[in-house]
């Protein structure tokens, strides 16, 4: 009989053992995982997210980078450089959770875009670039100025800019992506004229 109780108490014993066995082997697995910098989201330790892209201006290509508000709000009216972020298509979620901690609700006022700003990628920093304040806008007399649409596909433009007819090919490099390609069409700049105004150059409006 006692022999008999021996032999159940090492059988109990043994299970006993692989089960912490098992259990720290578990737990060396998950480290193992966690170390790597794999979690169940799918974020890493390094703090990279949503392929690759760590922060909400980080970029490759323009075709990356879009505008939006630095406000919860917004401005009313046309916005200006300052009232704007170039983001990351990708990231504008954690962009705006940034801006606007907590929701609010925003006056009801007119705004319109502002054809000037545009998103460009730049030291793989998405940024705003203000075209009339900018080198491609500048000028000595109205024939230094030309116009162009402010997006890099000139078909079914959205708006234009006046630009320094020398600068034309430096701005298509900024707003294009390298191996971008447009439909081949003829824009009509017929409404627009390009001026130069103290020093800088103007979309003048056409009736």
Known sequence: MMKSFSVMAGAVLSLSLMA??????VSKTNNASTNNGTTNNGTTNNGTTNNGVVHWDD????SECILTANSCCGVCGVPSAEDM????ISMTAEHRL???PVEMPC????TAPNPNLVPICEDQKCKVLDV???????????????????ECCECGFNGVVALNVSRVQDYEAAVCDPTQ???ACEPDYSQFEGDCVEGRCVVNFLE
């Not at 912490?20 to 082997?25: L, P, Q």
């Not at 972020?85 to 990351?88: E, G, M, P, R, T």
């Open 107 to 110: 006056p009801a006022c007119p």
């Open 85 to 88: 972020d170039a983001v990351n």
């Open 132 to 150: 009339a304040a900018s080198d491609y806008a500048s000028c000595e007399v109205s024939e230094d100025c030309t116009i162009r649409a402010a």
């Open 59 to 62: 970029c490759t290509i323009t």
């Open 181 to 183: 390609e447009c439909l």
């Open 98 to 100: 940034e801006v606007c």
């Open 20 to 25: 912490v066995s098992c259990v720290d082997d």
